[in-house]
């Protein structure tokens, strides 16, 4: 039997043991319970087994027992505790599971007990030291099944909650992705269109001087310029653009713009410091575009979320076959800073991953955070009769 069963299957007959025990104990006060009282105790606690699955006929037919157990002995004190106490813990589960008019007809039935011991009291008959006694536990397990059915019904509405919760933010996230591929798709739209106009302008000034080197040399770099915007497209097709809102028509920020993003870093108040390492190769604009947003990503990120920082560094490190871009502070990022591990992250990650990159980003062990990118440089190549790329 696996473990769950076993605990499950204890749980369940545990306190059913329990009780019944417990419940005969307090007859060795009138002499110890005869056989009756444990044939009888046995019967009215084995619906008990089933107060989970179906309490109110357990419940009904610990009460028959109980009832024909007191037909034939009357309501004496001795009578009633045995079986009685199963009658009051099936109550507990009638009102913590059933419906409220159900519950009620359940503690009404056990209240006209305490009734009829009154009223044989009156009559001069045993049964009137019954009367409080049955009616303490009896309002007793009524309040404990409705503080069961309250505490099961906030637990139900935290988890409901908590679902909810998850999957609002699993919308949110999905709603981010797509807002930052459709700013994506714009700019790499101003990407080629810049790359067009200067197309353009190419062609009509090799048209006033043709045969010349000057021609030559404008087709030539049309050429380049268009096998560049043909690149740029392909990476376009696969971005959703999801509004038709006005874009600026002016390049895009590259590589040559870092320093001015790292000169407004420390203007700011934070000393910034750009390394780069390597030998730069030539890199399509819309690649540019990328690293130069996720270095400002980063930066922004930093002067808003890492408290007590002194220093911010970007190191572009060319490599063989790929750009390694690390931005690292060494602040301590704040207790709320959502633009760390949301939106601004998958922003970066998408812009990157447009270029088959990869983007990381979490605390660094001396302390401080640390935003690192890969981009393949195999994936952003151009030819080489491109437009060069100007380092930073």
Not at 117 to 137: D, E, N
Not at 249 to 264: C, H, K, S
Request: aromatic residues 4%; charged residues 20%; contains cysteine.
């Amino acid at each position: 039997m696996a473990p769950v069963q076993v605990r499950s299957a204890v749980g369940t007959v545990g306190p059913v043991v329990a009780g019944a025990v417990l419940s005969v104990g307090p007859l060795l006060r009138f002499g110890g319970p005869t056989p009756a009282d444990v044939v009888v105790t046995l019967l009215a606690w084995a619906p008990a087994l089933a107060r989970a699955r179906a309490p109110l006929p357990a419940f009904g037919v610990s009460v028959a027992v109980v009832v024909g157990w007191w037909l034939v002995h009357g309501l004496e004190l001795r009578y009633l505790l045995p079986a009685g106490a199963a009658v009051l813990l099936l109550l507990v589960w009638v009102v913590d599971r059933c419906a409220p008019r159900t519950a009620a007809a359940a503690v009404a039935t056990c209240l006209a007990v305490p009734v009829l011991a009154g009223a044989a009291a009156l009559a001069g008959r045993p049964g009137g030291a019954a009367v409080v006694p049955l009616a303490a536990v009896t309002v007793t397990a009524a309040v404990v099944g409705r503080d069961r059915r309250t505490r099961r019904a906030y637990l139900e509405a935290l988890e409901d909650r908590a679902a909810r919760a998850e999957r609002e933010r699993d919308a949110r996230a999905r709603v981010a992705v797509v807002e930052e591929r459709a700013r994506i798709a714009r700019e790499l739209h101003d990407v080629v269109a810049h790359n067009l106009s200067v197309m353009t302008a190419l062609a009509d000034g090799a048209g006033f001087a043709p045969g010349t080197g000057q021609a030559r040399e404008a087709v030539a770099q049309i050429a380049a310029t268009g096998r560049q915007a043909l690149a740029e497209m392909h990476r376009l097709v696969g971005v959703l653009r999801t509004d038709d809102d006005p874009a600026e028509r002016a390049p895009a920020p590259g590589l040559a713009d870092l320093t001015g993003v790292v000169e407004q870093v420390r203007a700011a108040g934070l000393p910034t410091v750009l390394r780069v390492t390597g030998r730069p190769r030539p890199l399509p604009a819309g690649a540019q575009l990328a690293v130069h947003r996720l270095v400002q990503e980063a930066l922004t990120n930093t002067l808003r979320h890492a408290r007590g920082a002194r220093s911010a560094e970007v190191r572009l490190d060319w490599r063989a076959a790929e750009l390694a871009v690390e931005v690292t502070d060494d602040g301590a990022p704040a207790a709320a800073a959502p633009d760390r591990a949301g939106h601004g992250l998958v922003g970066m990650r998408e812009r990157v991953a447009a270029w088959d990159g990869s983007v990381t980003a979490g605390p660094r062990p001396a302390g401080g955070w640390r935003v690192a990118a890969v981009l393949p440089l195999a994936a952003a190549r151009v030819e080489e009769d491109g437009a060069p790329v100007a380092a930073p």
